[in-house]
């Protein structure tokens, strides 16, 4: 039996993935609620991004879907390189069972972000979260407490909130990190191939790799993974010498990439509880993980989705979040755990990392999302 409920309200940190479908999924269920971001401008990090079918159903359920096909690509077959000879291929047949879409970061988050205007979520800029009290008030850089029904903290994987209550038990670095960019697609300087196929280029006596994404038909995304211990692939501004020595093959690509940028290096994070009192930790706040599996935001997305719906459908605050953690969590560290092991063993090198087990995340239905399968 649904509960009646009174008005209520909800103070959000973090205007990222987390943050968005939490406000979205909340509003629609008749919340007032209000997301600080600490930046000035709203815009997504990290170049480009693919999501799984478990991201695309709860893309569906806030009402965001549509918009983010408008310019995205879906990946027919997966292909993994080392040293330019193909040794696996996968194809996303709809016996996969998900499909991976492809897009760049700006675009998913400008449609999230759209969303969360059409249903009314205020959102601040410029106002850093710098903890909070588990009688559910926020705490801003400007000296002033948001009082809330429920605050959430989804202020990523340094929040501010989560350490504030002490929930952070094991943060676990990974030896790699990547250098995200955007670059034109170049089909023709890169000649004939299967230049519309995500492939997975590696240089497995050297630790690199560089993950191939087309965004839409004009941008490409590229993630060039290397060692933190490799100083010169990890350099930053990027040094395109060394990785077109390892990637002669996407030399037109590579020569083409803005210098700048950023190279960014990955943890898992693991937390005693997922809330305290009417705080709760969500996303990368509350689970960050190694993006070998590409489910971060996926999983971000998930949590956020269902924190509404259990928010909507149990008796208490206090009991929600307690039956949220209950329902997501297994799924979640068994996501982080895959993550960490594909990343440790170099799976993906082999063309071994997609097994059901890493992707049973995208596979899953999210609590929330009923439709079937989008095709
Ligand atoms: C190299 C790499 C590749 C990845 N690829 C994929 C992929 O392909 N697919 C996928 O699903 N996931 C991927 N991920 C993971 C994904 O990026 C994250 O899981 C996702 O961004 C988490 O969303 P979030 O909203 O929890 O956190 P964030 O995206 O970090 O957003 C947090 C927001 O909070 C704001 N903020 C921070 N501190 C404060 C504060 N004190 N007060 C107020 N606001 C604050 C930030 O500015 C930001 O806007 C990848 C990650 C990495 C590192």
Partial sequence: MKKIMTHRHAEIAGAGFAGLVAAIALADRGWSVRVHEKDAVLRAFGAGIFIWENGLRVLQAIGAYEAVMQAAHEAIIHETRENN??????????????????????????????????????????????????????????????????????????????????????RSPCADGIVRVLAPRCKDELGPGTWDHVIDFWRADRSLRILYCPCNEQELYLAMMAPVSNLEASAIPLRHDVWVAAFPQLEPVIRKIDAGGRYDAYETTNLERWSAGRVAIVGDAAHAMVPTLGQGAGTAMMNALSLAVHLDEAPSIEAALTAWEARE????????????????????????????????????????TTQPRID
């Avoid at 047949?93 to 499909?99: K, Y």
């Avoid at 340094?158 to 350490?163: C, F």
């Avoid at 092991?341 to 609590?367: C, K, N, S, V, Y």
């Fill in 329 to 368: 969590r297994p799924l979640t560290e068994h996501t982080q755990q895959r993550s960490d092991f594909t990343a440790r063993q170099r799976l993906m090198a082999t063309g071994e990392g997609w097994t059901d087990e890493a992707l049973r995340a995208a596979r899953h239905i999210p609590t929330g």
């Fill in 85 to 170: 000879r193909i040794i696996a291929r996968l194809a996303f047949t709809p016996a996969f069972g998900s499909r991976m879409i492809t897009m760049t970061r700006q675009h998913l988050y400008d449609a999230i972000l759209g969303r969360a205007r059409q249903c009314g979520v205020t959102v601040v800029t410029d106002s850093a979260a710098i903890g909070a009290t588990e009688d559910g008030t926020l705490l801003t850089a400007d000296g002033r407490s948001h009082r809330a029904d429920l605050v959430i903290g989804a202020d990523g994987v340094k929040s501010k909130v989560r350490d504030a209550l002490g929930l952070l038990t094991s």
